[in-house]
Antibody, heavy 118, light 108 residues
Framework: EVQLVESGGGLVKPGGSLRLSCVAS????????MNWVRQAPGKGLEWLSS????????YYTDSVKGRFTISRDNAKNSLYLHMNSLRAEDTAVYYC???????????WGQGTLVTVSS | EIVLTQSPGTLSLSPGERVTLSCRAS???????LAWYQQKPGQAPRLLIY???SRATGIPDRFSGSGSGTDFTLTISRLEPEDFAVYYC?????????FGQGTKVEIK
């Protein structure tokens, strides 16, 4: 069974940093690209970043470019999102998701909540 | 970036009814790289449709997707009680990948 488990969320002050983790199981992690997607409270979904299976290709949406860094450790079946210079508008549930085929997200974690507030 | 506009914002329907949800793109979506997701309160999204019309694993055949270019549709042939949720479309043909704002299907 495919499982994705995020962790690392919490309360952080504006300007602060946080690292989210996502541990994968039930599939060969190193064969798949991965996504981070977030959802602000009561709002819709926002794709943030993607990383290819060997980290050769990395993409970001403009709102996080230069502040967030996606990375992975295939030996540990883990995906990461390093978040710097956090703002109130970064408050959201952050999901990791497996990329199926050409880019859709076929499996999602349960999400981890990040709250940016003083 | 490609902006996806979903309509209507909210639909109030009864079980057994047929549902048609629209997703319109600001410019053509490459190779019909469009997906649909269902999200229930407090849960992660669930993939329903990819490639505009291919059902994901385990998705009932009452769900179908169609369209190409800039106009896409998700149809639920006969609403079941568990189908009341928010539905999102997403394009993954052009970076940044983008989602529509969602359509809520609620019980009438």
């Amino acid at each position: 069974e495919v499982q994705l488990v995020e962790s690392g969320g919490g309360l952080v002050k504006p300007g602060g940093s946080l690292r989210l983790s996502c541990v994968a199981s039930g599939f060969t992690f190193s064969d798949y690209s991965m996504n981070w997607v977030r959802q602000a409270p009561g709002k819709g979904l926002e794709w943030l970043s993607s990383i290819s299976s060997r980290s050769s290709y990395i993409y970001y949406t403009d709102s996080v470019k230069g502040r967030f860094t996606i990375s992975r450790d295939n030996a540990k079946n883990s995906l990461y999102l390093h978040m710097n210079s956090l703002r109130a508008e970064d408050t959201a549930v952050y999901y990791c998701a497996r990329v199926g085929g050409s880019g859709w997200s076929d499996y999602w974690g349960q999400g981890t909540l990040v709250t940016v507030s003083s | 970036e490609i902006v996806l506009t979903q309509s209507p914002g909210t639909l109030s329907l009864s079980p057994g009814e047929r549902v048609t949800l629209s997703c319109r793109a600001s410019r053509s979506v490459s190779s019909s790289y469009l997906a649909w997701y269902q999200q229930k309160p407090g849960q992660a999204p669930r993939l329903l449709i990819y490639g505009a019309s291919s059902r994901a694993t385990g998705i009932p055949d009452r769900f179908s997707g169609s369209g190409s270019g800039t106009d896409f549709t998700l149809t639920i042939s006969r609403l079941e009680p568990e189908d009341f949720a928010v539905y999102y479309c997403q394009q993954y043909g052009t970076s940044p990948w983008t989602f529509g704002q969602g359509t809520k299907v609620e019980i009438k």
